[in-house]
């Protein structure tokens, strides 16, 4: 067997589930992010269900729910039978996974969990089981086949609920005004909570790092300011100090070949025009954006007047540990 053939044809088969999925989303999906937003707006939360394999992917659901703004708990559905029922609370909404829907374990949970919750929203690969009948709310997430040659192996099916709870996390952070900040208090360890806590200010290079000139000197004496800088650009300004353009090693070399006065020549001939800045209150995440859709190997930092305050290198950010 060729492994890569076979890893191919995995990959299609749950891109194919996932375009059926898809192509079946309608109003029960609108209906559900509208009732879990009532459920939210009242202090309510997610109680997340499921066993087995739709278990699992119940925990990674759950995980994005919290992380993205929308408060939820994993519900074991053996433990919940024996006394951690306590968990939910009025008013909660019940986020349950079974692709069956038959699964016996989470039918006998129903009942009682329906005492407390104020709706029921099923995901399953079957809209008439007995879940579907129970719950609020059906998002239909059947899938043309699992990926398993024999057909049994949760695979398709799984990614597919798993995509569902995606987009119903995404949809409520997106409804709720979800904002960067609010991502960032959630995530204060690690790679992703330096770059969404620390701004910008205080990663920039300034003082005798940030290179900067007026737009009147020559090129040549611009040189001798990115030198001592130890900058690969400077940044051009105007005579009230605000930004107006910058100019790049790179402009440099792609200049002396085809203009011999390039050094004599002042830098507003030679800059670009309205570069791309960045302000010192911004997030370093932002600054990682930027990079990452830019082609620049430096980014301007300016003040609220428009002043270059400060510059950020490309360079520095795996030494900070933000990307």
Known sequence: ???????????????????????????????????????????????????????????????TLCSTGS??????????????LGIVTEGDAILALSYSGESEELIQLLPPLKRFAALVVA??????????????IVLDCQVPREACRFNLAPTSSTTAMLVMGDALALALMDARGFTQEDFAIRHPAGAIGRALWVRIRDIMRRGDRNAVAAESIK?????????????????????????????????????MSSDEGLLTRTLHDVMTPRPISISEDSLAVEALRIFNQRDIDDLIVVNESGEPVGMVDSQDLPKLKLM
Do not use: C, W, Y
């Open 1 to 63: 067997m060729n492994h890569l053939d076979r890893a191919r044809e995995v990959f299609a088969i749950e891109q194919a589930a996932l375009a059926a999925v898809a192509a079946r989303l309608g109003s029960e999906f609108h209906h559900a992010v509208g009732r879990l937003l009532q459920v939210l707006s009242v202090r309510g939360k997610v109680v997340v269900v499921g066993v087995g394999k739709s278990g699992n992917i119940g925990r990674k659901i759950a995980a």
């Open 123 to 136: 995901l399953t690969g079957n809209p008439k089981s007995s879940l579907a009948r129970e719950a609020t």
């Open 71 to 84: 408060p939820a708990v994993v519900l074991d559905s053996v433990d919940a039978l024996h006394g951690d």
């Open 219 to 255: 090129v040549r004496d611009a040189l001798l300011i990115m030198t001592r800088a130890k900058s690969g650009s400077v940044s051009v300004v105007d005579q009230s100090g605000k930004l107006v353009g910058v100019f790049t090693d790179g402009d440099l070399r792609r200049r």
